[in-house]
């Protein structure tokens, strides 16, 4: 009996120690800003909206790691609790029903569901929300496989650009960016970027702005949102759409405004004034049938 003593407490003390040194490691890792941002491809500030993302990504998290250790804790107890214990024997006692714990069953998932659904609902209303008189506003359009920028005339372009893009080459060798479909936005002006597609489905996705949107055929999709970092950041079509979709890769390049009036100016003097609008989608389901 002593040694069996001896034996169990030791076990209780590794165990002890161990959940000790598993605590310390969580608390310890929170601190490092990967984790902060779960473990996302960016930080807040890079535009308006992805401080919101973030959050609600990390305390979605939260909450269903709260929920889980409820949940183990609670499977475990039963376990433990309502063991088969040595010398017992037949059934257990049975109950057909309790009032009390099916009513707390019920009430307490559906109060929880709701609680995520107001916040989502709450975020996604605000990422998804048009901005009235955006400052400039670009008609991007999805090819197979690159992409055409369209810089419609408006608060902050006086007069209509495009930049028509190039499918890029994947062969082993490096890839030069700097030949990349680039888009350029100004920084801390209201963006919309109106989403097209020329051909099948595609997908507008830049992984550090956090939103990406569908680009169906027939139909305009839209982004809004206000870039608030400079930077170079990468892009891509984030739907399979064909043989060459892993080169279907653009840029886009946050820059001050004197930058984007300064790349407006430089496609206007090599002439690319205009759109390249819907004359040039290949779309046979809308095509006038004759």
Not at 44 to 67: E, F, Q
Not at 89 to 104: A, D, H, R
Not at 147 to 167: C, I, R, S
């Amino acid at each position: 009996m002593s040694s069996q003593h001896r034996t169990g407490s030791r076990r209780a003390k590794v165990l002890a120690v161990s959940a000790v040194g598993i605590a310390s490691a969580l608390v310890l890792s929170a601190c490092t800003p990967e984790m902060k941002n779960g473990w996302l491809p960016t930080e807040p500030g890079v535009t308006n909206h992805t401080g919101t993302v973030i959050t609600l990504w990390v305390n979605s998290w939260i909450a269903a790691l709260a929920v889980g250790v409820i949940t183990w804790g609670l499977i475990i107890w039963c376990i433990i609790a309502y063991r088969r214990r040595k010398g017992t024997t037949g059934y257990p006692k049975q109950i057909s029903y309790n009032l009390p714990l099916e009513i707390f069953y019920l009430t307490i998932p559906l109060f929880m569901v709701l609680v995520f659904f107001f916040f989502t609902d709450q975020d996604q209303q605000k990422l998804d929300a048009r901005v009235d008189n955006p400052g400039v506003s670009i008609d991007v359009r999805g090819k197979q496989w690159a992409w055409d920028f369209n810089y419609l005339a408006g608060n902050d372009v006086k007069e209509a650009v495009y930049e028509g893009g190039v499918q890029a080459h994947l062969n082993g060798d490096p890839i030069d960016k700097d030949k990349l479909p680039t888009l350029y936005l100004p920084i801390n002006q209201s963006v919309e970027l109106q989403l097209n597609s020329r051909d099948v489905i595609h997908s507008f996705w830049v992984p550090a702005f956090l939103q990406k949107r569908d680009m169906v055929p027939g139909k305009t999709n839209y982004i809004n949102f206000t870039p608030t970092q400079l930077g170079t950041f990468d892009g891509k079509c984030a739907e399979l759409c064909g043989e060459y979709h892993s080169e279907m890769l653009f840029r886009v390049k946050v820059v001050t405004e004197e930058e984007f009036q300064a790349h407006l100016k430089q496609l206007k003097e090599a002439g690319y004034t205009g759109s390249l609008g819907s004359e040039y989608d290949r779309n046979p389901n809308l095509n006038e049938k004759k």
